[in-house]
């Protein structure tokens, strides 16, 4: 993972240490697609951070995932914050994964282990996860990772 210079914002980028924080207090994400025709699309996705990648878990007849099936790009913002001075943020940018089966009906899978630890806890008080048929796994292992707190000015 790439942490991104900031031209001004090295004074308000956040720590790694506060960046997993923050990720890891965060319940909502907002994440940008492309479409074939070049036209983006935006949605917002509960998420997991385990330190290194975001896990979204995605229905699997979404327009996202069609997207990224044909074009893997993406980009996630996290944001908190109300006034000016209380903005903070971390933006990812990389390529989606799939992992597991699509849509998950929860065959083992140790790479989902971690992310089906957190999600159930996260989200809804269980200890395992939930499974539909409906939803998946993504994988966003940033190539890219610009940070902002604004309560740093």
């Not at 036209?39 to 996705?45: E, K, M, N, V």
């Not at 200890?127 to 190539?143: I, K, N, Q, S, V």
Request: with cysteine; charged share 30%.
């Amino acid at each position: 993972m790439t942490v991104t210079g900031q031209r001004r914002g090295r004074r308000i980028m956040m720590t790694p240490q506060e960046r997993d924080a923050f990720l890891h207090a965060q319940r909502t994400c907002r994440v940008a697609t492309v479409g074939r025709d070049g036209a983006p699309h935006a949605g917002a996705l509960w998420f997991c951070w385990d330190g290194t990648s975001l896990w979204l878990y995605s229905l699997v007849r979404s327009r996202r995932w069609n997207q990224l099936r044909h074009d893997p790009r993406l980009a996630v913002v996290v944001d908190d914050g109300e006034e000016y001075g209380e903005l903070r943020g971390v933006e990812l940018t990389g390529r989606a994964e799939s992992v597991g089966e699509a849509p998950r009906t929860g065959e083992p899978c140790p790479e989902l282990d971690e992310a089906e630890r957190r999600f159930p806890v996260k989200y809804f008080g269980l200890e395992r996860m939930p499974h539909d048929g409906r939803h998946a796994w993504l994988r966003l292992t940033p190539e890219s990772v610009v940070s902002w707190d604004f309560r740093k000015l």
